[in-house]
């Protein structure tokens, strides 16, 4: 399993006062597996995303990311697993407006340490694979929202991580823009990235293979979806 999650708890403090975002779940992920997390604002599925992508710790319970053990695991260590095995894509983007599609793309090799040649290598081919090899040069305000998150995509894709996760990937789209999007997550998956992701769109997680469901911070159903709707 990519992803082996065990009785995991979250609870925020604040002073006297507490939360209790997730509790108990139990879930794994395989590897190649597209799986959607679904369910209403404070129902846990953000809270359990930034746990998935080492942006947030639990509170008790196990997590093993790859097969590493990363429940006890902090700061900068943490960081250097976050940048070497997830890639991460979010609603709102999340580019460097002052960088070109090339070097927003290119910025996760920087922090990995890699050499100019291999970052400009890896990013073109991270480019092409969704689709904006002509597009290269340009900057996000010369770009439109689909090919904002495409550029997106592939800095995510750049370090060739473990796991993709997408946050709401397609929630500034339209919807036109939102199937190519779900489209390219669809050949990706194909290729072998595994994928998780959060929607509280119903027909954008009918594109995914498995749908997991949260509630008050449990997982309330987990369903195969057994017609993913395709794109192209």
Known sequence: MIIQID?????????????????DVSFSVAVSEFVSIMGQSGSGKST????????????????HLDGEDVSKI?????????????????????LLPRLNALQNVELPMIYAGASAKKR???????????????RV????SELSG????????????????????????TGNLDSRSGEEIMGIFQRLNREGVTIVMVTHEPDIAEHTKRI????????????LVLNPIQVG
Do not use: W
């Open 7 to 23: 009785n995991l708890f979250k609870v925020y403090r604040n002073g006297s006062l507490e939360v209790t975002a997730l509790r």
């Open 48 to 63: 359990l995303m930034n746990i998935l992508g080492c942006l947030d710790t639990l509170s008790a319970g196990k997590y």
């Open 74 to 94: 902090k700061g900068k260590k943490l960081s250097i697993i976050r940048n070497r095995k997830i890639g991460f894509v979010f609603q709102a983007y999340n």
């Open 120 to 134: 400009r290598n890896a990013a073109l081919e991270a480019l092409d694979r969704v689709g904006l090899t002509e």
């Open 137 to 140: 040069h340009h900057k996000p």
């Open 146 to 169: 689909g090919q904002k998150q495409r550029v997106a995509i592939a800095r995510a894709l750049v370090n060739e991580p473990a796991i993709l996760l997408a946050d709401e990937p």
């Open 212 to 223: 997991v469901a949260f509630k008050d911070g449990r997982i309330v159903t987990d369903e």
